[in-house]
C-alpha cells in the first residue's frame, strides 16, 4: 500500500514513516500542504491508497488540503493527525471529507489499528485488482506475481516496482518518476538504486527463452511491455 503522509514535523515524520516502512507499507512525505495537493494528484495511473495529513502546515494547510482532494473526486481514505482536540476541532476535521482524526501524541499501535480500519472501507473493486501484460500476472491484493505457470518470488520493493511499472500498461517511466514513487521525495537522485532493483526484476521475470518484457527505453527510463 503506498500512503501519502504530509508532516512538517520531522521527529514526528521520521517515526511513522519508519514505523510504517517496518510493516511493509510504501511512505512519500512531504512537508507542506502544497506538497500534499501536488503529490496526491500527480499520477492517477499509480494513486495513493491512504492519505495522512496534519492540519498545521506551512504553506496550505490540512483541512484546505483534505477540501480540496474531494472537490476535485479523490476519494482516498484520509486520516487527519494533529494536536488541536476539542470536539470543534474534530467536527471541523471530519466535515472537511477526513475519514478518521488521530490526536496527537499517539501509540503507534493505535495509528496501525485506525489505517487497517480505513483499508477495510476502501472498496471492493480496488482491493481485486488483477494486472497483467502478456503471461505476466500482479495480483495486487496477495501481493504475488507469477509469468505463465512460473511464480516469481519477490522483496518488498521488487513487488512495488513492478506493480508502478505494470499500472503503466506498457508506457515508459522515467527513473526520476520510480525514485520518486518508489523511494520518496528526498531520496539521492544520483543513485543508481533504481537500475539495481530493475536487474533484479528483469533476472526474475525474463527467463531464457521467454520473451522479454522488462525494457530499458534509451534517454527515458524502464517499461513492462510485450514488445520493447
Not at 76 to 97: E, F, H, K, N, Y
Not at 124 to 138: M, P, Y
Request: net charge negative; aromatic share 6%; proline share 4%.
Amino acid at each position: 500500500m503506498r500512503i501519502l503522509l504530509a508532516e512538517d514535523d520531522q521527529r514526528i515524520a521520521g517515526f511513522i514513516s519508519r514505523g510504517l516502512q517496518e510493516e511493509g507499507y510504501l511512505v512519500q512525505h512531504v512537508t507542506d500542504g502544497e506538497q500534499a495537493l501536488e503529490f496526491a494528484t500527480a499520477d492517477p495511473l499509480t494513486p495513493f491508497e491512504l492519505i495522512i495529513l496534519d492540519i498545521l502546515m506551512p504553506k496550505r494547510d490540512g483541512l484546505s488540503v483534505c477540501r480540496e482532494l474531494r472537490t476535485r473526486g479523490i476519494h482516498v481514505p484520509i486520516l487527519i493527525l494533529t494536536a488541536l482536540d476539542t470536539l470543534d476541532d474534530r467536527v471541523r476535521g471530519l466535515d472537511s471529507g477526513a475519514d478518521d482524526y488521530l490526536v496527537k501524541p499517539f501509540a503507534f499501535p493505535e495509528l496501525m489499528a485506525r489505517l487497517r480500519a480505513l483499508s477495510r472501507r476502501m472498496p471492493i473493486a480496488s482491493k481485486t485488482n488483477l494486472l497483467q501484460i502478456g503471461d505476466l500476472q500482479l495480483d495486487t491484493v496477495a501481493h504475488t506475481a507469477q509469468r505463465g505457470n512460473r511464480k516469481i518470488d519477490l522483496s518488498s520493493r521488487e513487488y512495488h516496482l513492478l506493480e508502478y511499472l505494470m499500472r503503466h500498461g506498457g508506457r515508459p517511466v522515467s527513473r526520476t518518476s520510480i525514485l520518486q514513487a518508489i523511494w520518496s521525495f528526498d531520496y539521492d537522485g544520483a543513485s543508481n538504486v533504481v537500475d539495481v532493483y530493475v536487474g533484479y526484476l528483469r533476472r526474475k521475470i525474463d527467463h531464457e527463452g521467454e520473451s522479454p518484457l522488462v525494457h530499458t527505453v534509451r534517454g527515458v527510463g524502464y517499461k513492462i511491455a510485450e514488445s520493447p
